[in-house]
């Protein structure tokens, strides 16, 4: 509410570029129109979202419900995690009220977003009136429109058939430093020196397309 707007504004202030925010809050997804006016100060601010979940987090996870080890809540919870946030954003129609709100979805990977927008793009051309005041566009509209952004691992396989099918404006590099899922101090040099994507879209996910989603100078 009014609180979680003033630290962000403060934050602004302060000269950091982005906030952080949970996949899901522990009684609302992201969609909720109580967040609107949060998501209406992020636009005016030009302040994007980070969305990025924590096993150890004390907010609803994917998983938990089903595992008791912390590796196996792990597998499961940073993608799914992300699904969730993802449908309640695009298909509660979140940017269609705010069509100026970038949201990256951080350190999940990248792979299973191709799926995933495809599967969201289904319900939508075939159901997607079943949700009132929901999405008014195709969700793969909302990655080109750049309010849909997500990062990669720079050892990912399947990045480039990510973006064979749905380009490499939307893509940033995340080392995920420092846990121990990571690939530091070898990340940087993954990415800049993979064979199996162009020199252009190295440059776009090692850096360019980051200085576009935190409006860096």
Not at 66 to 79: A, D, L
Request: with cysteine; aromatic share 10%; glycine share 8%.
């Amino acid at each position: 509410g009014e609180v979680a707007i003033d630290v962000m504004r403060e934050a602004k202030d302060l000269g950091l570029v982005a906030t952080h925010i949970p996949p899901a809050l522990k009684t609302r997804n992201l969609d909720h129109p109580d967040l609107d006016l949060f998501y209406a100060a992020a636009v005016e601010l030009d302040m994007p979202l980070g969305i990025h979940g924590a096993p150890g987090m004390h907010l609803p996870k994917v998983g938990v419900d089903r595992f008791t080890n912390y590796i196996q809540v792990h597998c499961i919870s940073f993608p799914f995690d992300q699904m969730t946030a993802m449908t309640a954003m695009i298909s509660g129609g979140v940017f269609d009220r705010h069509p100026g709100l970038r949201v990256a979805f951080l350190e999940a990977g990248v792979g299973w977003v191709p799926f995933f927008i495809d599967r969201l793009h289904e319900h939508f051309e075939k159901r997607g009136d079943w949700i009132e005041n929901g999405w008014r566009r195709d969700p793969q509209e909302y990655l080109q429109a750049g309010n849909v952004w997500t990062t990669c691992e720079p050892e990912e396989p399947i990045l480039p058939g990510v973006i064979d099918v749905l380009g490499d404006d939307f893509i940033m590099f995340a080392s995920d430093y420092p846990h121990w899922d990571g690939e530091w101090p070898e990340s940087t040099k993954h990415l800049r020196t993979r064979p199996d994507i162009s020199e252009e879209t190295r440059a776009k996910i090692g850096g360019s397309n980051a200085q576009r989603f935190y409006a860096l100078n």
